[in-house]
């Protein structure tokens, strides 16, 4: 679920954004949950919110395939195997971002690691931990460094004809004390 949580200032603001992803057993009751959260932005580089855009699952025919293309875009640019792909796998005519602080397009991509580049804070992501998808929409987990910390990342893609067109993310700091629990963050997933 991709939601938006009111009232929610013991979390870090009054309106976070969340990406939640609850686990159902074989009896129909829930059995697990992760979430991610993170401050809404009412004013954001693309002029998108974090949280609209199209929602209609289709392609339900193209689900591994677009999940293989989200995975490809984690290693090779986010996790730096192969920056130059970027062409391949995202949108140069059409790329929709809601995340806050990046513009629409290759160009805005380009020019917010340019920025985090030029000030020695690019993020790096490290594992993917879960990759969930049905159709032409598909999440990945993701943990890395950021700021010098551990960090989740909460990346979710929608896909068109084989390349990814819109982009959705929560990014949230692994938290590491003060835990109601040993299971962690990132604990849990079954592998990919």
Known sequence: MHNIWRNAAPFG??????????RVDENGEVAEHWDALQPLVTETASGRTQTDGPTEVTDLDQTEANKALAVALIENVLM?????RITDDISAESYAQH????KDGLSGIVEAVEALTTQNNMFQYTQIHAVLGKGNFVLTVSEGQWNGTTHAF????????????????VIQPVPTEGLANTNGMLGGFDTN
């Open 13 to 22: 603001a009054d309106t976070m954004v969340s990406f939640d992803i609850i």
């Open 80 to 84: 730096g195997r192969n920056p130059a």
């Open 99 to 102: 995340n806050p602080m990046i």
């Open 154 to 169: 909460y990346d979710l893609f929608r896909m068109e004809d084989g390349m990814i067109v819109e982009h959705w993310d």
